[in-house]
């Protein structure tokens, strides 16, 4: 099997390439949390979450290694797969099992959030980034003190 492409969509933060990434998913939420750095190597005063909207499937994946080819051109990114197999593969199975659904296939995207030894795949419609304080990073507040 070969293996599949993705391209990089940079981060307009620096996240802490050995910290943790944290995944918060339910049925109306899912969430990516990750300590970041400042510009000049230092643990940043805040968090990112990366808020996945329409989120329809997660993956979390203890792994060394991202399976996909891509070309390192960002030091902070989320991947996008192209042409996504696993995406082909759910489309199929909704179209088998919900006949007459209106899903729009083509609005459906594959990414994933490195972490360190660690991977989230997420497929969801898209995704924004916002910037948590230590007040607003919550129980989360961890992903700065470690960074």
């Known amino acids: 099997m070969a293996i599949e492409k993705a391209i990089q969509i940079p981060l307009e933060v620096w996240q802490d390439p050995q910290g943790d990434v944290i995944l918060n998913v339910s049925e109306n939420e899912c ?3 990750f300590g970041c750095w400042n510009d000049d190597s230092t643990p940043a ?5 990366i808020i996945f909207n329409g989120c329809w499937s997660t993956n979390y994946t203890n792994a060394e290694y991202i399976e996909y080819d891509y070309e390192l051109l960002h030091h902070s990114y989320i991947l996008k797969v192209i042409d996504s197999q696993l995406l082909k593969g759910m489309l ?3 179209k088998r099992l919900y006949p007459t659904s209106k899903t729009k296939n083509d609005d459906y995207n594959h990414y994933v959030v490195a972490g360190h030894d660690v991977y989230i795949e997420v497929i969801a419609l898209d995704f924004c ?3 948590l304080n230590r007040e607003q990073a919550g129980e989360y507040t961890r992903l700065i003190d470690e960074a």
């Not at 005063?45 to 979450?49: L, M």
């Open 92 to 94: 199929a199975k909704h």
């Open 45 to 49: 005063d805040y968090i990112a979450k």
């Open 31 to 33: 969430n990516v949390y």
């Open 129 to 131: 980034l916002v910037r």
